[in-house]
């Protein structure tokens, strides 16, 4: 009997060691993604309550400093002070999420179990899936109330943007909490498995001789600090343990554990295998898509800078010259052009460019009316889409998300061009609309749609190799 468990032991530590390898290379990365998707959907929510005036920047983002997660506040406010508390928690909540993807490692060494306690927190500081006048939670009916304003309001694109944002996070959230369960099973399992390694062969327990569970604790206890410095004691833990060890049902308790924690690596692989990778390509099309009501309104903001600017411009004969060409059938679109620069991100050097405006603010509009048909299941873009084949939507996504890059540089390179020649003149910078809010928008949709993208070629390439490899 004692043969036997020695050797289950060894085999606990194999399975357990595979499944540490399948959470640090197959879970943990894409719990990170699952994240920045949040991340990037709540960020297009908090844009859209900014630009509507429901809620305000807050004047101390970014000014604390933490080593660690910090949940926000979750208590009750009053009326009085929800649009202040609201802005300040919503704020300090997007601080928290970039400090959860720029300074935490997705890595078992580092996702210890009080990390874990505070990601797992900061996944459940709003409801997701309960979010309405009706929710028991201040902050989630208070973001259901705010969600009924724009809604109110009639700004269809604005609302298709907060069900898309909305219905991302709920989906997001929901997957991180499989693999956070995961990791913390696996958390305990090795604690345990420390406790028979470094700690029960210190008690020289023999066959038939084997203390009540209450006298084998004490002993467990009186070696912990020594044999796992800086760790916690957690008793339920150790009782676990020993009836594993010494308990009636010890062999069948350890097999199941055996058996759990061995067929987590084919269960991930299998569900990898089950992707459909071209609705994983329509997806992330349609996530791009989500960029078609900042586009069109970042336009139309440029275009009254522009007509601004060039009604200050245009002196007597600047007028008489339209007069003259207009007599002469040439007036057509005006020839308006402006000399941006930028920094290229290859080079890093300064370049300069000439914009003719018109053309391209038509452009920017006829992309943005393109995009929203794409978001919008049933209509007859979206339908031809659904029919494509996986090449076409691939190149589709590629060959649109570059040419979006392309739009959402001069966008910028126009938004600083208007603020340096109107900001000069206090008539001007009075009519002067920037488009910050806009560009973050837009900027939003590419992140996400790129990381969309950057998953698909992941999973295809994985799902390649096994198939080279004779797997699946």
Known sequence: METEKA????????ALARYHENLDKVVLPK?????QLIHAAFKTIHSIFLKKGIIHEDPYKGETKSSEITIPPSTSFSDSDKADQMSMRLSSYEVQLDFLLNYYQFSMDFLE???IRLLAGLLHYIAWDQIGPTAQDPMTKALGEFIGRVKQAGDLLSMGLLHDSLDQIKRSVAQCFRPLKDITDFSKEFYKLNIRSRILPRLALTPGSVPAKEEILKQVKKHFHSALPGKPFYPELVYEVIDEEYGPESAKLKEALIQRF???EAKTKNAQQQISFPAFLLDAIRTMGTAGRPLEEAAGKLAENSELLQSKKNGFM???KKWLASLSNKQGKSNVEYEVEYIDQATAVTKHEKIHFESFITDVQKRARGFTNITVKGSPVYAKMEKADEPTLFSFLERQMDEL?????RLQCLDTFFKDKMSRERELQAGLKGIKIELTGINNSMT???QKKHEYIARKEEYEQMKKLGIG
Not at 8 to 13: G, K, W
Not at 31 to 35: G, M, P, T, V
């Open 448 to 450: 996400r749609a790129r």
């Open 113 to 115: 179990m009080p990390r």
């Open 31 to 35: 719990l990170k993604e699952d994240c």
């Open 318 to 320: 600047e007028k008489l």
């Open 405 to 409: 890059a392309v739009v959402y540089r």
């Open 7 to 14: 050797a289950e032991t060894p085999r606990l530590e194999e």
């Open 262 to 264: 061995s067929v987590a």
